[in-house]
């Protein structure tokens, strides 16, 4: 799929380094989690920033989502069921802060979509504008609820 099929109604499109990283990480759980944001100019979601296996949430992710940029991001979450068994999720995250300037908002939101689509196998999304939002027990409980 190339990038041109992948173009919010923003006119933002996902690249195509973006989408291997991400299908790279479902396959074969290279990374720990993806972190994506839209280019100074406007035109494109591009891949930032990726954390290595086994990166813990609270100490290496959390504080990528800063309070004043947006952000989308993809985490492989692993967590302990309350049957005991070891499970792990795709989770995907859109970061607007309160705190950042309404037209980046409302670039983010409006792109969404776009990149949403071409990440197939997603199995939960959070959408966060604080820390509470997107604390490990919110995403657990998110996890859990979505089981399959």
């Known amino acids: 799929m190339c990038s041109s099929d992948l173009m919010a109604m923003s006119g933002v499109s996902f690249d195509s380094e973006g989408i291997e990283a991400y299908n790279a990480l479902k396959l074969s759980h290279n990374k720990q989690f993806l972190i994506y944001q839209i280019s100074d100019d406007k035109t494109s979601i591009r891949l930032v920033e990726s954390g290595a296996k086994g990166a813990d949430y609270e100490k290496d992710f959390l504080p990528k989502l800063t309070p004043n940029k947006g952000l989308y991001a993809v985490f492989d979450f692993q967590y302990v069921d309350k049957e005991g068994k070891q499970k792990d999720k ?29 990440l197939v196998g997603i199995a939960v999304e959070i959408q966060g504008t604080d820390h509470d939002e997107v604390d490990k027990d919110t995403v657990l409980e998110r996890c859990e609820r979505y089981a399959r």
């Open 90 to 118: 795709l989770v995907f995250f859109v970061w607007c802060p309160d705190t950042a300037p309404i037209k980046e908002k409302m670039l983010y939101s409006a792109s969404k979509d776009t990149i949403k689509k071409a």
